[in-house]
Every structure is written in C-alpha cells, then in structure tokens.
C-alpha cells in the first residue's frame, strides 16, 4: 500500500507526501561483534536440552520470576511485562551492547526473541530460523524452511516473520509458504512439517508466531489483500496431527456448513456478493492469546478480502467474524463467542493487532478482561469470559465512527461509507498495526505504538476477482482489494508515537511523538521502564509513569520489532532483533542507515562496540532513460497494477528495504527487461513477469518511471 498514487492521471502525482527517506538501499554484510575480554563458557548441548523442555508449567512458573521468555507474548496474557528489575530507570543509563548477531537477511525481521537459560530462538525474513548461545553471542545453528521465492509476491506486507513457539525440546516456525515446522531445540533438525494450507490455487501465507495452548500448536494464515478464507488451525504439539481448524467467515453457500458459528455468520453477508469467490478475508495472522484456567484462546480476526464491502457483500451486513476477537475452546476450536470491533469492515480494519488479557479493577469490581487496540484506532476492554464490552474510546483522531452505542456497536460517520473517494483516519495501515503493545500492571498502563499513514479509499465498480486492472494497486500481482488507492491525495497527516494509555478509565497518561510511523514494539518492566525501537534507528528506554527518556542506542536499521528481557547465570539482559521492512518499510524509510537483519543484545556495563553501519547510497535521481512523454499516463497504470507495492513511486519515495526505481543507475532502467523476465532478483522475492507483461510495456513503464523523475527535478 503505497502513499501518495493516483490510479489514473499520468501528469500529476499525488506527492502530498510524508517525506521520510534519506538514502538508498546498499545492504553489506556487516559482521557480528562480541564483548571483549575471556569468551565466556558456552552452552552445552546438555544445558540447552534442558533449557528447551518448555511446556504449560514452566511458562505458568515463569510469571513469578520472569526468569525467561519462553512465549513470544512472555506469557500466555501476552502481557510483555517482565518482573525483572535490574535494569531499571535509575540504572538504564549504563545499559550498554553485549553482543550482536547477524541474521543475515535484508528484508523485514518483525520476531520477538524466545530465550530460556540462555538458548535463543528468533526468525529472520523468509522464516529462517536462528538459534543463538546468549553466553557467547554465537550461532548455535539455523534452519532455512527455503520458502520458494515466487511468495515474494504474495507478500502484502513484505516477507516477515514474528517468531517461534516452544515446547518439550521442539522448536516451531511456521513458514511463509504455509508449512508448520516443528524443529529439535538441540540441532535444529527437522522433526515433522505439517501444510496448514486448504487450497494450494489461493495465495495463502502465514507471517504470524504459533502458540502453544494445552498441548496444541495453534497458528492462522495471511493473504486477505489477495483473496482467501481465514481460518486457524490447531495440531499436536508432540506429533503434528491436525487437531482442530475454525474458519472466519462462511464459504461458498452450496457447500455444508462447518459449523454452527458458520451458519450464523452467513445470514450476515450478502450473496450476491459471492464473497466465497474472493474467500471473504478475516486471516487472523497475528495475535492469539490463551487463558488456562476459562480454556480459552482468542483470536484476532482480519479484513474483508475484498476490502470494499459494496464489492464483497453489496446490501452490506456484519459480515462476521472479520474485524472481530473470537475466543475459541481450546481442546476443540469450538466457537465460544465473539465481539465485532468493525463490522462490515470496509477500510482493511483487522483486529489481528496483538490483545493483551489483565485482570482489573473497574469500577470497583475486578473484570477479567481482553484489551485490545485494533487498527480501527479505538481501545477496547472486552469481557473475555462472554465478550461482552466493557469499555470503549479512540485513542487516536478517527473519521469513520463517532464512538461506540451502548450495545457495543460503532456510530458510524456519515461519511464512512461514501460512493467517492475516502480519506480514512485510521488508514488501513491502521492506528495500530502488528507490533505488540505491552501492559505494566505497577502503572496500569498500556504502551501502544500509535500512528497514522495517510491513505485514501474508494469503491472500485470495475473490480472483478482476479482480474489485472492497470491503474488498481497490485492487481498484477494478485490483489483484490476492491478499492481504488489515492484516488485523490489523502489530506490527513502522518505520524507515529508512543501511547501510554490507561484503560481503566480509557485516557492517554503520555505520549512521546516520532519523527516517522512505523516504529517499533514495546516491552515493559517492573524496573519502572518501556523499550521501543523506531523507525529511524534507535532501541529507547523511558520512564515507564512519564514517559521521560531515559537511554537510547543507534541500531544501524529501522527496529519494528518487540524486545526480550531475560535472566542468565543471575544478570538481566536485554535483546532486540532489528531489520528493516514490513507493509510500510518495503517502498519507505526513515534512517538514513539500513543494515541487514540483527539482534542486539544489552546488560548493565556491556562495552561491545555495534557492528559497522551501513549509510545507503542513492544514485542521484534517475536521468538519460529515453522515453516518449505520451507513453507515460500508460506506464502509471501499469506501474501502479505491477510495481508501486513494492518499489513505492520513483523519485518521491526513497526506497525501503526495496529500492526506489527513481534512483537507480539508467543503465538498470535502460535494460528494464533483464530484471522484468526472470531476473537476477526473481532469488530475492522480485516478480518473474515473463508472460504478464510484454516488451512493450516496459517502454510504458520507462517512460512513467523517467517521466516522473523528470517531473520533480528542480528547475535549474
Ligand atoms: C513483490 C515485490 C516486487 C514487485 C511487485 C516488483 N519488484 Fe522489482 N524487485 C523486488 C525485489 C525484492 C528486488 C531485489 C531487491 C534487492 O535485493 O536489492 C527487485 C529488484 C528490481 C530491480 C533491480 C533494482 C536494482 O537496484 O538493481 C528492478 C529494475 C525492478 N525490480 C523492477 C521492477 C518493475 C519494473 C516492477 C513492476 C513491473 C517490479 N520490479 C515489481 C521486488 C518487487
């Protein structure tokens, strides 16, 4: 989803920007670093071996000590808050690095870090899994699952991963390409591999972290911008057999339902939509989070697939389950009950943001609660013993609701549902999007990272599914949003900030603003502390009742991800993997610096000197290309249905961890045919458009492409 591009007009380009990037991408293998001194004693195969024997007990004992992070959310609250106080705010101004280790890749890297006595487990882009001695800073082996690289273009959000799972001595990644792995903790052989995917002809994914609840492997799948059916699927833990799957919305009507829940939702959704035929979306790729002692897990569930709800359900409806949290038995997947936080989504509203469960006092009365806040931009406190709402309130500016009625419904805006263009606030890269938030229960406060990125919506009457549609976002690669994108420039502003939010009484107790959205997950502490990464660069440490910052440190890249505090032989350490990417890091940046995947690793008095960083170098704004002018509103179009998603507009954005075509060398352009057929980077995720596109259009696409780099040169 790119910014500021009109689907129509080839003279005027909407640069109504947010202009963020500094330098080019030039990716160099930089190294790993060590502290200096003896190299402490590694660890042993026994050690690891009885490190990794996580199952339910050990992560319910953890939550006395935080001594380890054994589940990608710390516990099964996903609460993201650690007990541990050595690092604390009177101290942190000695934090310093440890160790870095080098993940080798130069696409996005969205993991938080599993680490039990001193054994690291963390993924890299194209799920690559690494695990890492925290005693020494080294690899003790890594295992590629080679997802193959044509589901580069399958990649709505860019080729990411959010981390493993951990059980009796099993490690479980689940791969982009769909497969649930289950690896040995010691060796990182392959145990077993199970295919999540239903329909090999849809192009499913699965970005998200698995969990384990009771003794099962739990993960959902991706691909709603694309056109499928969500569902999550359970399977043993031990051997891998499939245990239960919950779809999200109903299929197509000739079949049997799968279930009860199947049926009542499919009284909301319009037919004539034949919504079965797109898959009707919500994917609930990311957040799961499970409550032991109700035998619950709740799921977050994505948007519709196509977004346009005139597109996908004409008379309108429900449409459930999208945009909604499900909790789900855990032992069957039989529905339990659901709350709807956008109904009818028509704005890529996924509720897939990560929840977090607390126990509250409200009003006087302690509530088990879910809290949650989606990319609709309201927090919400849910009931999640019934679902019941419990409170609701926007936590940033929004435009397509005035609240929530008491019922537990949104007051949509007039103006929401328009028959032309829409400047969404939220936009759908959403007020909230995948990275976790944590909650300290010592301030009572959520910290969020908030953000807007502008982007306007609207119907697409010509939208047909699968249909390529030059001049409609990535329809040449797939996409099937039913929407035209930018077909005015949106008017809203951009921004990203850290939100403590306090959800008793649902009001903002601080903020601190960032220069860029897109920054990173938040980890909390009883040493009084939040840890954020940003997007321009740097792992930050603030005062956890004010928000004032107390230590920072450059991380070479753009850090999305959340961070990891932990214990080893007696001293806390700090761990966060860095890498640049994601919906918004593809085509744009932020730090001028952009440096392959890492974990950096933290403690008290650490004096390891960070790898060499990496300043991109652009070439100047690209010139000499010969094209002819009237070729140019063509070439947008095609650009647009082709490229944009990817490379963002050429000359305006900069480049992400993909780069800029306005900023190449001409001879790349000049020769844009070795690179369109089956190029050197087809390796790399970059589409083989070997019979989508002819030579002619390339000379289109040269004409845009040089077109649009002449247009925004300063006049001399
Ligand atoms: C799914 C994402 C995706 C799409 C869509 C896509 N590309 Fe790429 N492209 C890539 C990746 C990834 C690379 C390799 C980047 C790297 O590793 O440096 C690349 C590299 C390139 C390069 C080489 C750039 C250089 O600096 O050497 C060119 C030229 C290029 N793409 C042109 C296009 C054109 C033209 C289109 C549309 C017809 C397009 N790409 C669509 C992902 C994409």
Redesign the pocket.
């Known amino acids: 989803m790119t910014n500021r591009i009109g689907p129509s007009t080839g003279s005027t380009l909407a640069i109504a920007a947010i202009a963020l990037a500094f330098g080019g991408?030039t990716?160099v293998d930089s190294g790993t670093t060590r502290a200096q001194g003896a190299p402490p004693a590694a660890t042993t195969p026994a050690q690891i071996k009885a490190a990794t024997q996580i199952d339910a007990a050990a992560i319910q004992a953890n939550l006395a000590s935080s001594k380890d992070w054994p589940t990608v959310g710390l516990d099964y609250a996903e609460t993201r808050y650690s007990k541990l106080a050595g690092i604390n705010a009177g101290n942190v101004k000695d934090l310093g690095l440890v160790w870095t280790y080098n993940l080798e890749s130069?696409r996005g890297v969205e993991a938080t870090p599993l680490v039990v006595d001193g054994v690291m487990y963390v993924t890299a882009s194209w799920s690559v899994v690494h695990a890492i001695d925290v005693r020494t800073g080294k690899r003790l082996w890594s295992f590629d699952p080679k997802v193959p690289p044509s589901f580069?273009?399958k990649?709505c959000c860019d080729v990411v991963n959010r981390g493993v799972a951990l059980h009796k001595g099993k490690v479980y990644v689940a791969a982009f390409d769909g497969r649930l792995i289950a690896l040995d903790a010691v060796t990182g052989a392959k145990l077993w591999e199970k295919d999540t995917i239903i329909d090999h002809s849809r192009p499913y994914t699965i970005t998200g972290a698995p969990r384990v609840a009771s003794g099962k492997v739990i993960i959902g799948n991706g691909g709603a911008e694309y056109g499928v059916r969500g569902y999550v699927t359970a399977y043993d833990a031990e051997t891998g057999a499939p245990a239960w799957r919950w779809f999200c919305v109903p299929g197509d009507p000739s079949k049997p339902f799968e279930d009860e829940s199947m049926k009542k939702a499919a009284a909301t959704w319009d037919p004539a939509g034949e919504y079965w035929k797109a898959g009707g979306g919500g994917t609930p790729w990311d957040t799961i989070a499970f409550d032991p002692e109700l035998k619950l897990v709740y799921i977050g569930t994505g948007n519709g697939s196509p977004w346009s709800q005139k597109r996908r359900s004409p008379k309108g409806g429900d449409n459930l389950y999208l945009g909604s949290i499900v909790a789900l038995h855990v032992d069957t997947g039989a529905y339990a009950w659901h709350y709807q936080e956008t109904p009818g989504d028509n704005w890529d509203y996924t509720s897939t943001q990560p929840m977090i469960l607390a126990d509250l006092k409200i009003g006087g009365a302690p509530r088990k609660v879910i809290l949650h806040a989606p990319k609709n931009g309201f927090f919400f406190v849910i009931d999640r013993t019934n679902g019941k709402l419990v409170s609701v309130k926007n936590f940033v500016e929004v435009n397509w609701a005035e609240g929530f009625d008491k019922t537990g419904r949104p007051i949509e805006t007039p103006q929401a549902r328009p028959d032309g263009p829409f400047d969404a606030i939220p936009g759908p890269y959403g007020a909230h999007n995948w990275h976790p938030m944590s909650f300290n229960p010592t301030t009572g406060l959520v910290y969020l990272p908030a953000q807007n990125v502008p982007l306007g919506l609207m119907d697409d009457k010509e939208w047909k599914y699968g249909a390529v549609l030059p001049g409609r976002a990535?329809t040449?690669?797939g996409w099937n949003t039913g929407m035209i994108i930018n077909a005015q420039p949106p008017r809203s502003k951009p921004f990203g900030r850290l939100l403590a939010w306090d959800p008793v009484h649902q009001k903002e107790a601080w903020r601190v603003e960032h220069v860029s959205p897109w920054n990173g997950g938040t980890l909390t502490t009883a040493g009084n502390l939040v840890f954020q990464g940003t997007a321009d660069g740097r792992f930050v440490a603030f005062d956890a009742r004010t928000g004032k910052k107390l230590w920072e440190s450059p991380t070479g890249t753009g850090a999305m991800a959340g961070a990891a505090t932990y214990q080893v032989d007696g001293k806390q350490y700090i761990s966060i993997a860095v890498g640049w990417g994601g919906a918004y890091g593809?085509s744009q940046r932020t730090s001028e610096k952009i440096g392959p995947g890492t974990v950096f690793t933290y403690a008290l008095g650490g004096k390891a000197s960070p790898p060499p960083f990496v300043s991109v170098k652009l070439e100047g704004l690209l010139t000499g290309v010969k094209y002819d002018p009237k070729q140019a509103p063509e070439g947008l179009a095609?650009?647009v249905s082709?490229?944009v998603?990817?490379?963002g507009v050429p000359g305006v954005d900069r480049g992400g961890n993909?780069?800029n075509?306005g900023y190449?060398k001409p001879e790349?352009?000049t020769e844009?045919d070795k690179?369109?057929f089956n190029?050197p980077?087809v390796k790399?995720?970059?589409?083989d458009?070997t019979n989508r596109?002819k030579p002619a259009d390339l000379d289109k696409?040269r004409a845009f492409i040089q077109g649009t780099a002449d247009s925004i040169r300063p006049k001399k």
């Not at 790399?684 to 589409?687: H, K, Q, V």
């Open positions: 991408a990716l130069k580069g273009e990649a990535g040449g690669t593809m095609l650009y082709h490229c998603l990817c490379h993909i780069p075509l190449v790349i352009i844009l690179y369109v190029g980077y790399d995720g970059m589409p458009f596109l696409l």
